[in-house]
């Protein structure tokens, strides 16, 4: 069960605000006495975790999150459950040992008597847990330290949800059901929607379901101070990496007149001319390019000083953001 904040922590007021404190003492107290650090979000805070956690949103195309845990006695944190995603586990530090029980149906509260599988995590060791696989940590009375990552896989239901409000750009979405209405009208109603939902139910449908949730997906805010909020919006430092703003990979399509492409990004539509398409080409699935690179890609056209110019505007409109860490592999 969590532990109460109040017994690790004092409140102070300064200048009319409540400032909290952690107290040393009696936090590492908790610790050495069994209870497990956990750091929720940890991506939101740490760049490299970040880059992590939305490079594996652009592989699944699904949300993702990074949670630490960080345990030192034999003592289990949660006790045997299951999660409503799918989850890797990475042992980073120290050893922990883990038991998976398999699945149950989702109406049963209990997980089953006997697990399926048991070892113990080394540095290095990945683990993929199922959604909806009851599992159990234990540290062995050392310093233990993994991520937890989630992947929050759509479900059929909520494909189908989607599907039923895509429904309502349909002229059959208007169509009102009332009690008056006869035997033989509600028949032709239901038949009308069958007809319609089979239609939509087509190969495609999830991978439509995709595009849709691409197009929506917000990403994190990330600063690029000091020099973004300069006029230039750029530093003059052109070994700086840049990388687009985008937790999924961006689809760019030409217009019909092949003079101008466009996109969407954090649900907004976005066109610019066709000779700059070079710089979404190169940075649309997640690749980190230095200042430099991206303006020589423009060199001959449109030319570097209207490619450095393009840059900056994908800077002030958070399409582009500077990435504080070494080069990613590409």
């Known amino acids: ?23 040393v003492k009696e936090f590492t107290n908790q610790l050495r006495e069994g209870a497990t650090l956990v750091l929720s979000h940890i991506h939101e805070m740490y760049l490299p975790l970040m880059v ?26 949660f006790g045997v459950h299951r999660d409503k995603h799918d989850v890797f586990i990475a042992q980073v530090s120290g050893r922990k040992q883990w038991r998976l029980y398999g699945s149950t149906a989702a109406t049963e509260s209990k997980p089953p008597r006997e697990h399926v599988w ?24 050392e310093p233990s330290l ?31 059901v009332s009690v008056m209405t006869t035997a033989k009208e509600r028949a032709e109603l239901l038949e009308k929607a069958k007809q319609t939902v ?11 379901y995709f595009d849709q949730s691409d197009l929506k997906r917000e990403t994190l805010p990330r600063f690029s101070l000091p020099w973004s909020a300069t006029p230039e919006a750029l530093p003059l430092d052109g070994s700086t990496l840049m990388r687009l703003r985008s937790r999924r990979t ?10 101008f492409f466009e996109f969407t990004l954090h649900g907004q539509k976005w066109r610019f001319p066709a000779i700059m398409k070079v710089f979404l080409d190169a940075t649309r699935d997640g690749q980190t390019l230095s200042i430099d690179e991206l303006t020589s890609l423009g060199r001959n056209s449109p030319g570097e000083a209207m490619s450095r110019a393009f840059i900056t505007t994908l800077v002030k409109e958070g ?9 990613e592999p590409r």
Do not use: C, Q
Request: aromatic share 8%; charged share 25%; net charge negative.
């Open 319 to 327: 399409i582009l953001t500077a990435v504080r860490s070494d080069r």
């Open 118 to 141: 048991e070892d113990v995590l080394k540095p290095g060791d990945l683990l993929y847990i199922p959604r909806g696989w009851w599992h159990a940590a234990a540290p062995l009375n």
């Open 52 to 77: 992590l956690a939305e490079s594996i949103e652009r592989r699944f195309r699904a949300p993702s999150g990074i949670n630490i845990y960080a345990a030192w006695r034999e003592i289990h944190g």
């Open 198 to 208: 089979l239609t939509m139910f087509d190969a495609d449908l999830i991978e439509k």
């Open 1 to 23: 069960m969590p532990v109460d904040p109040r017994s690790y922590t004092e409140y102070r007021t300064r200048e009319g605000w409540v400032v909290p404190r952690v107290k």
């Open 250 to 259: 961006v689809k760019l399509r030409m217009d019909p007149t092949n003079h």
């Open 146 to 176: 993994h991520l937890s990552i989630s992947v929050e896989n759509p479900t059929i239901s909520e494909v189908l949800t989607w599907a039923a409000s895509e429904l309502r750009t349909d002229d059959l979405g208007y169509v009102n």
